[in-house]
Every structure is written in C-alpha cells, then in structure tokens.
T-cell receptor
Framework: KAGVTQTPRYLIKTRGQQVTLSCSPI?????VSWYQQTPGQGLQFLFEYFSETQRNKGNFPGRFSGRQFSNSRSEMNVSTLELGDSALYLC????????????????FGPGTRLTVL | GENVEQHPSTLSVQEGDSAVIKCTYS??????FPWYKQELGKGPQLIIDIRSNVGEKKDQRIAVTLNKTAKHFSLHITETQPEDSAVYFC???????????FGRGTSLIVHP
C-alpha cells in the first residue's frame, strides 16, 4: 500500500501571500490530521477531518483552514502568511477501527517544508 | 486536556549501549501510547505502540513498558546502532476520535 503523500515537498512564499498544501491519505483511511512542526514548539495539532467534516480543531488562528474531499484527500490553506508560519507541515491519516470511527494509530507523510520570507 | 512530558530532550550513547526514553501523561483516561521515530527530512514513523491492557511489548531491539498507576511509559532500545540516531516522539491518546498528544521529542545520537 502506498503511504501518505504530500505535495509540494518544499515551498517558499513571502509575507502576506497565501498557500495551499495537499495530502493524499493511505487508501481506505478516512481520517486526516494536520500538524505544524517547529523546532521550538514540537508537533502542534492543527485540525482533523473525517468524512469531509472537521471533527477536531487545535488552537490556531482562523488564517489556518482546511477541507477534505469525498475521496479523503485533504488540503490545508494558510492565508496572509507571517514569518512565524515557517515550519514543516505534516499530514497523518488513520484507519477506521473495526466497528467504530476511531482515529487511533496515525501514519504520517513526509511533510511540506514551508519557508516564509 | 492531556499533557505529555518527555525526557530527556537529548540522549547520547555509544554504539551497542542501551537507550531509554521516558514519558509521563496526565489524563488517566488515555489508553493508547504510540512511539514515533523521525529521521532528518522525513515524517514521523510509527515504531511501536502499546495499549493500556498490556504492561510491556517487544519488537526485536525495541520495547515499550507502561505503568498506568504511575501514568508513565518508556521506550527501551537495546544494542543501539548508528542508524537508530533520530528524534523519537511519544504520544498518549484516549482512542476513538480523540487526537493524540505528543511529547516534545528526544534527539538520540548513537556514536559509532
């Protein structure tokens, strides 16, 4: 089975611009979570989508948004970029637990390295 | 909410030595504890996990122990090799639709 894929792998933007990152989960996985990883803050949870609905949300400003499509692929968008948004953005997908809609084990993609100048 | 503390933040060992990384959690309802290994330029990869109905789990040179009473769990790596050098993250989750909470990571350096 192919793993989680993320595109693009690297991105350079300037302050004030907006950016869209894409994630394709492992086939059969319906839950997709997004994380921001920085050296100072570790892995910070952004949001989680399940069946095209945002099910969980972290503590990030409204400039960060996401969506999920009917094929479980997900995108996240950051508007009005700030220097502090420079980070590795990770996507993780989770399989359904037998008999329930659990997220349980997460499988991460390689991430998108965003640099804001 | 859940809080996960991970120690040490950096661990330096000689090849062949053992390495131990410890995590504590705050929410007694947490019942799933995965460990991830992140190599440079890659995303975190699940290496082992344990559920609250088990006290210890082993997979070759890697083992994880869980003490639910004390709310702590540990990763043990025996006979370390240079390729074990990476950042290791622990996490705690209540399962279901709950999102896991991650520790801050441990940078393991194995010197040949």
């Amino acid at each position: 089975k192919a793993g989680v894929t993320q595109t693009p792998r690297y991105l350079i933007k300037t302050r004030g611009q907006q950016v869209t990152l894409s994630c394709s989960p492992i086939s059969g996985h319906r839950s997709v979570s997004w994380y921001q990883q920085t050296p100072g803050q570790g892995l910070q949870f952004l949001f989680e989508y399940f069946s095209e609905t945002q099910r969980n949300k972290g503590n990030f400003p409204g400039r960060f948004s996401g969506r999920q499509f009917s094929n479980s692929r997900s995108e996240m968008n950051v508007s009005t970029l700030e220097l502090g948004d420079s980070a590795l953005y990770l996507c993780a997908s989770s399989p359904p637990i037998s008999g329930s809609a659990g997220t349980d084990t997460q499988y991460f993609g390689p991430g998108t390295r965003l640099t804001v100048l | 909410g859940e809080n996960v503390e991970q120690h040490p933040s950096t661990l330096s060992v000689q090849e062949g030595d053992s390495a131990v990384i410890k995590c504590t959690y705050s929410d007694s309802a947490s019942n799933y504890f995965p460990w991830y290994k992140q190599e440079l330029g890659k995303g975190p990869q699940l290496i082992i996990d344990i559920r609250s109905n088990v006290g210890e789990k082993k997979d070759q040179r890697i083992a994880v122990t869980l003490n639910k009473t004390a709310k702590h769990f540990s990763l043990h790596i025996t006979e370390t090799q240079p390729e074990d050098s990476a950042v290791y993250f622990c996490a705690a989750s209540k399962g279901g639709s709950y999102i896991p909470t991650f520790g801050r990571g441990t940078s393991l350096i194995v010197h040949p």
